[in-house]
């Protein structure tokens, strides 16, 4: 069983960074691939960026692609987004996650198996 505890997130102006941490316990993580989702009030959650695990791939929704960087730290069983150039549309709760049996990205909610408690960030002025 593997543990997610997410922190980090809160109150940022619009084009401002945050960066969210996800910290994992339990069996090893180091062989699972890593995502962050986010939910928007009255809509569904959504794909935001996923990496392999080793970093060596990495793969994000184009609204967010060249302004989050996700990345990972194996050694210290830590997984993080780096969110720059806020929009309020990027106003959501968080949620890191990892998958179990497959070695391969997804965009797929559903394809993972283990999630954090989610995190709230809210971009406004």
């Known amino acids: 069983q593997v543990q997610l505890v997410q922190s980090g997130g809160g109150l940022v102006q619009p084009g401002g960074s945050l960066r969210l941490a996800c910290a994992a316990s339990g069996r090893t993580f180091t062989i699972n691939p890593m995502g962050w989702f986010r939910q928007a009030p009255g809509k569904e959650r959504e794909f935001v960026a996923a990496?392999?695990?080793?970093?060596?791939?990495?793969d994000y929704d184009a609204s967010v692609k060249g302004r989050f960087t996700i990345s990972r730290d194996n050694a210290k069983n830590m997984g993080y987004l780096q969110m720059n150039s806020l929009k309020p549309e990027d106003t959501a709760i968080y949620y890191c996650a990892l998958r179990r049996l497959s070695s391969l990205l997804s965009r797929y909610a559903d394809d993972y198996d283990y999630w954090g408690q989610g995190t709230q960030v809210t971009v406004s002025s």
């Open positions: 990496i392999s695990w080793n970093g060596g791939t990495t």
